[in-house]
């Protein structure tokens, strides 16, 4: 009895661990996202996306930053433009827990399109081509959303092969 309580408990203990995951934790655990990670912390947006959302963040992966014009991201990176990266890594963040069951919804709903208000202040618009979300950005350029429902405790994280750009 005293072995399946204390399985019991560990077990709890484990799956409140994860739930307490944060979706900065859950890019920070992935080899895919290091360069999202450096450019969060560049930003100072860590103990933003460590707050108690939720978020539901649009992650690019490192080859996705890597098809920017050369140069844009260490240019981004540098101290002066802080605020630029800032708004550009905001754009993929939206306030609400959006699983990928209420992205499709919510494109289905709008007839093939649904526009999502950004924490930055833009909007992203996501569709569905050949059963995947496709995201426009305000720039006209697209990302796909490769894998999705990455659960945290202050949200969700869906992982897309692009950067999307605000305006």
């Known amino acids: 009895?005293?072995?399946?309580?204390?399985?019991?408990?560990?077990?709890?203990?484990?799956?409140?661990?994860?739930a307490q995951k944060t979706v900065v934790d859950v890019a920070v655990g992935s080899k895919d996202h290091t360069t999202l990670v450096a450019a969060v912390k560049a930003a100072g947006l860590v103990a933003t996306l460590q707050g108690a959302g939720p978020f539901t963040v649009f992650a690019p992966v490192n080859d996705a930053f890597a098809k920017l014009p050369k140069g844009t991201l260490d240019n981004l990176l540098k101290p002066e433009n802080k605020a630029t990266l800032a708004k550009i890594l905001t754009y993929h963040v939206v306030a609400g827990n959006l699983d990928a069951a209420a992205v499709v919804k919510a494109i289905k709903d709008g007839k093939g399109k649904a526009t999502v208000p950004t924490v930055s202040g833009g909007s992203l618009t996501a569709s569905l081509k050949d059963g995947k979300v496709i995201l426009t950005d305000e720039k006209g350029g697209t990302a796909t959303v490769v894998a999705t429902d990455l659960k945290a405790g202050n949200g969700v994280v869906h992982v897309i092969n692009a950067v999307v750009m605000p305006k």
């Not at 005293?2 to 399985?7: D, G, M, Q, T, V």
Request: overall charge positive; charged content about 10%; aromatic content about 6%.
């Open 1 to 18: 009895m005293k072995i399946k309580l204390l399985f019991v408990l560990l077990m709890g203990a484990m799956l409140t661990a994860s």
